[in-house]
Nanobody, 126 residues
Framework: VQLQASGGGLVQAGGSLRLSCLASERTSRSGVMGWFRQAPGKEREFVAAFRWSVGTAAYAASVRGRFTISKDNAKKMVYLQMNSLKAEDTAIYYC????????????????????WGQGTLVTVSS
């Protein structure tokens, strides 16, 4: 299974970016697609996730209300729309997936995801 993340770049604080993740046939029908990020010197942290089976999304508190995860079944794409970006959003963003149906409390755990994309860098200038 390969995941391909794209869409990162340099943006000013307050601006927007949309990240994309191309899923495989296998990971676009069941399980969970998620986004994590890792800032320099910090651990990788949960950003958002989408559960295919129930059609619901979950977000980290730090991005709730600013970021939106969505999907396009036909294209097997998962998007992360990021608005009102802040300097602290600067990080490498990774898409991740599992074919298992995770419970809500497990969505934010890196250990629950079996497949990872290569990461795309988002830099927010203040």
């Amino acid at each position: 299974v390969q995941l391909q993340a794209s869409g990162g770049g340099l943006v000013q604080a307050g601006g927007s970016l949309r990240l994309s993740c191309l899923a495989s046939e296998r990971t676009s029908r069941s399980g969970v697609m998620g986004w994590f990020r890792q800032a320099p010197g910090k651990e990788r942290e949960f950003v958002a996730a989408f559960r295919w089976s129930v059609g619901t999304a979950a977000y980290a508190a730090s991005v709730r209300g600013r970021f939106t995860i969505s999907k396009d079944n036909a294209k097997k794409m998962v998007y992360l729309q990021m608005n009102s970006l802040k300097a602290e959003d600067t990080a490498i963003y990774y898409c991740a997936a599992t074919t298992r149906n995770l419970i809500l409390s497990a969505l934010s755990s890196r250990m629950e995801y079996d497949y990872w994309g290569q990461g795309t860098l988002v830099t927010v200038s203040s």
